[in-house]
Nanobody, 123 residues
Framework: QVQLVESGGGLVQAGGSLKLSCAASGGTFTSYVMGWFRQGPGKERAFVGGVNWSGRVTYYADSVKGRFTISRDNAKNSVYLQMNSLKPEDTAVYYC????????????????WGQGTQVTVSS
């Protein structure tokens, strides 16, 4: 059983930056692909990006490509989401997730989820 805890959310102005962290415990961190998802007000949960076990392979939703960067530190059992050039439409609860399928953007392929952290981008 893997436990995931996100942190780093908050309120930021449009154009600003924020870095989210996700700490994992209870499992072998390098066994898992890590992903970030988000759910905006009145919207379904959507894939943001993912990273393979080594950190060498990353993939993103088109809406965040070039603005967001995912990284992981296996020594710290942590994954990060650096968000730059934030827009009001990036406002959402952000979730990290752990799964076994590299390259997947489907929530169905992620087995463990954090509780989420709120990101609000003001215009």
């Amino acid at each position: 059983q893997v436990q995931l805890v996100e942190s780093g959310g908050g309120l930021v102005q449009a154009g600003g930056s924020l870095k989210l962290s996700c700490a994992a415990s209870g499992g072998t961190f390098t066994s898992y692909v890590m992903g970030w998802f988000r759910q905006g007000p009145g919207k379904e949960r959507a894939f943001v990006g993912g990273v393979n076990w080594s950190g060498r392979v990353t993939y993103y939703a088109d809406s965040v490509k070039g603005r967001f960067t995912i990284s992981r530190d296996n020594a710290k059992n942590s994954v990060y989401l650096q968000m730059n050039s934030l827009k009001p439409e990036d406002t959402a609860v952000y979730y990290c997730a752990a799964g076994k399928v590299t390259g997947s953007n489907s929530a169905d392929n992620y087995d463990y989820w954090g509780q989420g952290t709120q990101v609000t981008v003001s215009s």
